[in-house]
């Protein structure tokens, strides 16, 4: 007889992956199990949906009208410590909880136990009768090997139905395949590399932290070209070593495919991959592989921060300034912060890597709170690039009337020569897609917009269209003014990537080149067959936007051009200058990877701004010093904290009252501010009115209290929404 407590029925609470308040009361069939982050089947008015045993129940709902969520057969449950990450983030971000674990259970099918195949053999009978078939087919069988229906009538050629009668029969028996299992464990010892003295310094801090086995955070800060990848594939190492599992968070996917060859190259095999490329069944399979311990490293996008890793050792964040990181739509969150908190939930150590620092983690380990592990030197005998600024001001060729020369310089256009000339190869940057940013009527002033966003609608030449790059939106290239009807009055103007390429291949007509840009029309298969071309020097000259700035390594790159450096500099944007830096920093990098030295040369209107002399003087760290004092005195982050409100829908009216009234009940508080409501950056977004409310806060506030006091106040129709951005990174 079982003890009379395990025959009632226990109640728990179960989080639904839908954004509800929180967990509802459930009962379980009598015995079952109620620990935290069990997978139930649970009903939701008339259909059943997945849910996890989240903690003891509400005792909201009278016993008799409880439900039953039945324990989902053979499931492994979800890590205790994923479920308090997913409270966690929930918590800072205002997100309803049930929200985030719907980002952690994002594989469907992935707790259904995998569906066996079976295959044949021969067996010990012999068919009673025989056929010319049935003996190719017994003959073949007669190897050994393990073949399905049609696979053995292929090899036999036979038809299945022949098969299918020896099975019948009893001469062929059925087998059980192995469980395919494409996720190889990787070898720590596969081939270790040689690190200078920086780079053994820092392997060794790294290697020390993963088998200390608890929390600690680390900015791994070098210059491009100095090796961060090989120092951190150390702590991967010793994280191997001590039979725990490794996160590799990548800001793009695009950087996924080098980074797969790098990791093979060091460790034999490739590592799981996680992102939204991925097919439903590889979604699966990289999943349960994660749950069940068999994924020893997995490398991607933000959304793997959510995968269930039962005894995760270290987490590695690449390029940890990137704005990538950041996830704008649905649930608003910042991997890299998530990453660090994840760490700490895990209690192990995580690495945050990059050439250019945000200013929030070079603060943290200028002050101490990250360890500061610093690589200085290139790797192998690559030197900085010189930077050079080319004052725009100052450049008025007498050819250029003639030439119509617009966008490229003569300094620059002599330097291209010379490498043309030379041998070698290099890159001009532009971080603007299409041909041209607005396209403008001569006659009457008319400017292209988009119908469903405030924004100008970009040429885009080569497709002879017009495109919206916010919303998709698109038209063919008109002939004529649509307001004044006049034929041939439309002129672009200003550059983008497809138009700095025509004036390149006017002036350097035999050249080989080719145009890089993450584009909407373009296409990622067209952008990377460029950048294959480049790096295996089929082109002279690659011509892009910031796709090619980052983790490319192409050795006969002497050159870089950045044609407008003063481009994303002045939008009010308090990260503005801090990733402008970032960015031309990193395009900076690419020049002279190998034995050559590399020049860059920025097209500046203001060669006397702070961030432009500090890329001349390659000054790095005085940038940061000069960019803390402004937040500083500014009481901007990290000095202060900043929680973004946006609110948005289709009736403008409705959008613009509930703004007001959300302005009206700010409750006042001491150290905070609240500014708005006013229009949005783009105060039209697919068709969607958008205003604005920015609260500035002191560092010790508790931004979130603040919110949850003031939000309920106003009752927002359906039709409307209010998205928090707790910590915003860009404010459009
Ligand atoms: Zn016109
Ligand atoms: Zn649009």
Same mark, same amino acid.
């Given at each position: 007889?079982?003890?009379?407590?395990?025959?009632?029925?226990?109640?728990?609470?179960v /989080?639904?992956?839908?954004p509800?308040?929180?967990?509802?009361?459930?009962?379980?069939?009598?015995?079952?199990?109620a620990?935290?982050?069990? /997978?139930?089947?649970?009903?939701?008015?008339n259909?059943?949906?997945?849910?996890?045993?989240?903690?003891?129940?509400?005792?909201?709902?009278?016993? +008799?009208?409880?439900k039953?969520?039945?324990?989902?057969?053979?499931?492994?449950?979800?890590?205790?410590?994923?479920?308090?990450?997913?409270?966690?983030?929930?918590?800072?971000?205002?997100n309803?909880?049930?929200?985030?674990?719907?980002?952690?259970?994002?594989?469907?099918?992935?707790?259904?136990?995998?569906?066996?195949?079976i295959?044949?053999?021969?067996?010990?009978?012999?068919?009673?009768?025989?056929?010319?078939?049935?003996?190719r087919?017994?003959?073949?069988?007669?190897d050994g090997?393990?073949?399905?229906?049609?696979?053995?009538?292929?090899?036999?050629?036979?038809?299945?139905?022949v098969?299918?009668?020896?099975?019948q029969?009893?001469?062929l028996?059925?087998t059980?395949?192995?469980?395919?299992?494409?996720?190889?464990?990787?070898?720590?010892s596969? @081939?270790?590399?040689?690190?200078?003295?920086?780079?053994?310094v820092?392997?060794?801090?790294?290697?020390?932290?993963?088998?200390?086995?608890?929390?600690?955070?680390?900015?791994?800060?070098g210059?491009?070209?100095?090796?961060?990848?090989?120092?951190?594939?150390? @702590?991967?190492?010793?994280?191997?070593?001590?039979?725990?599992?490794?996160?590799?968070?990548?800001?793009e996917?695009a950087?996924?495919?080098?980074?797969?060859?790098?990791?093979?190259?060091?460790?034999?095999v490739r590592?799981?991959?996680?992102?939204?490329?991925?097919?439903q069944?590889?979604?699966?399979?990289?999943?349960?592989?994660?749950? +069940?311990?068999?994924?020893?490293?997995?490398?991607?996008?933000?959304s793997?921060?959510?995968?269930?890793?039962?005894?995760?050792?270290?987490?590695?964040?690449?390029e940890?300034?990137?704005?990538?990181?950041?996830?704008?739509?649905?649930?608003i969150?910042?991997?890299?912060?998530?990453?660090v908190?994840? @760490?700490?939930?895990?209690?192990?150590?995580?690495?945050?890597?990059?050439a250019?620092?945000?200013l929030?983690?070079?603060? +943290?380990?200028?002050?101490?709170?990250?360890?500061h592990?610093?690589?200085?030197?290139?790797?192998?005998?690559a030197? /900085?690039?010189?930077?050079?600024?080319i004052?725009?001001r100052?450049?008025?060729?007498?050819?250029?009337?003639?030439?119509?020369?617009?966008?490229?310089?003569?300094?620059?256009?002599?330097?291209l020569?010379?490498? /043309?000339a030379a041998?070698?190869q290099?890159?001009?940057?532009?971080?603007?897609?299409?041909y041209?940013?607005?396209t403008?009527?001569?006659?009457?002033?008319?400017?292209?917009?988009?119908?469903?966003?405030?924004?100008?609608?970009?040429?885009?030449?080569?497709?002879?269209?017009?495109?919206?790059h916010?919303?998709?939106?698109?038209?063919?290239?008109?002939? *004529?003014?649509?307001?004044?009807?006049?034929?041939?009055?439309?002129?672009?103007?200003?550059?983008?990537?497809e138009?700095?390429?025509?004036?390149?291949?006017?002036?350097?007509?035999?050249?080989?080149?080719?145009?890089?840009?993450?584009?909407?029309?373009?296409?990622?298969?067209?952008?990377q067959?460029?950048?294959r071309?480049?790096?295996?020097?089929?082109?002279?000259?690659?011509?892009?936007?910031?796709i090619?700035?980052?983790g490319?390594?192409?050795?006969?790159l002497?050159?870089?051009?950045?044609?407008?450096?003063?481009?994303?500099?002045?939008?009010?944007?308090?990260?503005?200058?801090?990733? *402008?830096?970032q960015l031309?920093?990193?395009?900076?990098?690419?020049?002279g990877?190998?034995?050559?030295?590399?020049?860059?040369?920025?097209?500046?209107?203001?060669?006397?701004?702070?961030?432009?002399?500090?890329?001349?003087?390659?000054d790095?760290?005085?940038?940061?010093?000069?960019?803390?004092?402004f937040?500083e005195?500014?009481?901007?982050?990290?000095f202060?904290?900043?929680?973004?409100?946006v609110?948005?829908?289709?009736?403008?009216?409705?959008?613009?009252?509930?703004?007001?009234?959300?302005?009206?009940?700010?409750?006042?508080?001491?150290?905070?501010?609240?500014?708005?409501?006013?229009?949005?950056?783009?105060?039209?977004?697919?068709?969607?009115?958008r205003?604005?409310?920015?609260?500035?806060?002191?560092?010790?506030?508790d931004?979130?209290?603040?919110?949850?006091?003031?939000?309920?106040?106003?009752?927002?129709?359906?039709?409307?929404?209010?998205?928090?951005?707790?910590?915003?990174?860009s404010?459009?």
């Amino acid at each position: 007889m079982p003890p009379p407590e395990m025959l009632q029925k226990p109640v728990v609470g179960v /989080l639904l992956p839908l954004p509800l308040a929180g967990a509802y009361d459930y009962k379980l069939p009598a015995g079952g199990n109620a620990a935290r982050g069990g /997978l139930v089947s649970a009903p939701l008015g008339n259909r059943e949906v997945l849910g996890v045993v989240w903690g003891a129940a509400e005792g909201t709902v009278g016993d +008799n009208r409880l439900k039953i969520a039945e324990p989902l057969e053979g499931a492994p449950s979800l890590p205790p410590k994923l479920c308090d990450f997913i409270d966690w983030v929930a918590d800072y971000t205002l997100n309803p909880p049930g929200a985030i674990l719907a980002m952690a259970l994002r594989s469907r099918g992935a707790f259904e136990p995998e569906a066996r195949r079976i295959a044949y053999v021969r067996g010990v009978v012999t068919p009673p009768r025989m056929s010319a078939g049935r003996a190719r087919a017994l003959e073949v069988a007669g190897d050994g090997l393990a073949r399905s229906v049609t696979g053995l009538a292929e090899d036999a050629n036979v038809s299945p139905a022949v098969v299918r009668g020896l099975i019948q029969a009893g001469a062929l028996v059925p087998t059980e395949l192995p469980e395919f299992s494409p996720f190889p464990p990787p070898d720590d010892s596969f @081939a270790a590399p040689s690190l200078n003295d920086d780079q053994a310094v820092a392997a060794q801090a790294l290697r020390d932290a993963v088998a200390a086995r608890k929390f600690s955070a680390h900015l791994l800060d070098g210059v491009t070209g100095s090796g961060k990848t090989e120092v951190y594939f150390e @702590a991967v190492a010793e994280a191997l070593r001590h039979n725990k599992q490794v996160l590799i968070l990548l800001p793009e996917i695009a950087l996924t495919v080098q980074f797969l060859e790098r990791f093979a190259a060091r460790f034999g095999v490739r590592p799981t991959e996680w992102h939204s490329d991925l097919s439903q069944k590889e979604r699966r399979r990289a999943y349960r592989a994660v749950m +069940n311990g068999e994924a020893r490293v997995v490398v991607g996008a933000r959304s793997s921060l959510f995968l269930p890793f039962p005894e995760l050792g270290l987490v590695i964040v690449d390029e940890e300034h990137e704005q990538a990181f950041k996830q704008q739509d649905g649930a608003i969150y910042h991997a890299r912060d998530m990453a660090v908190v994840r @760490a700490r939930i895990e209690d192990c150590p995580v690495v945050l890597a990059s050439a250019t620092p945000s200013l929030e983690s070079f603060v +943290n380990a200028t002050g101490g709170r990250y360890s500061h592990l610093r690589l200085a030197m290139r790797h192998g005998a690559a030197e /900085l690039p010189r930077v050079k600024l080319i004052d725009l001001r100052q450049e008025k060729d007498p050819h250029d009337a003639e030439h119509k020369a617009q966008w490229l310089s003569p300094p620059l256009r002599e330097a291209l020569e010379r490498v /043309l000339a030379a041998g070698e190869q290099a890159m001009l940057f532009l971080n603007r897609r299409g041909y041209a940013p607005l396209t403008l009527c001569e006659a009457c002033g008319h400017k292209f917009t988009c119908p469903h966003c405030s924004a100008w609608l970009v040429e885009h030449k080569y497709k002879r269209r017009l495109a919206c790059h916010q919303c998709g939106f698109e038209l063919p290239m008109p002939s *004529t003014c649509p307001q004044c009807n006049q034929n041939g009055t439309l002129i672009p103007c200003g550059p983008g990537v497809e138009r700095v390429a025509e004036e390149f291949a006017a002036f350097f007509p035999a050249a080989r080149y080719s145009i890089a840009s993450s584009d909407i029309l373009h296409g990622p298969a067209e952008t990377q067959a460029a950048i294959r071309a480049f790096a295996r020097r089929e082109i002279d000259v690659l011509i892009g936007t910031q796709i090619v700035a980052k983790g490319h390594h192409f050795p006969q790159l002497t050159l870089v051009g950045v044609v407008d450096a003063d481009l994303g500099g002045s939008d009010g944007d308090l990260r503005a200058r801090e990733r *402008t830096f970032q960015l031309l920093h990193q395009v900076s990098g690419r020049a002279g990877r190998a034995e050559k030295p590399g020049l860059v040369l920025l097209q500046t209107r203001n060669p006397d701004d702070a961030v432009m002399q500090a890329l001349a003087r390659g000054d790095r760290d005085g940038f940061y010093e000069q960019e803390r004092g402004f937040r500083e005195a500014a009481q901007s982050p990290p000095f202060g904290r900043l929680a973004a409100l946006v609110i948005s829908g289709y009736d403008g009216e409705t959008v613009r009252e509930i703004a007001r009234q959300l302005g009206k009940t700010a409750p006042s508080a001491r150290d905070v501010k609240v500014w708005g409501p006013t229009p949005a950056f783009y105060a039209l977004l697919r068709g969607q009115t958008r205003e604005r409310l920015l609260v500035q806060a002191a560092r010790g506030v508790d931004v979130q209290a603040y919110l949850k006091a003031w939000l309920p106040q106003v009752k927002v129709p359906a039709a409307v929404r209010v998205t928090v951005d707790v910590d915003p990174v860009s404010f459009f």
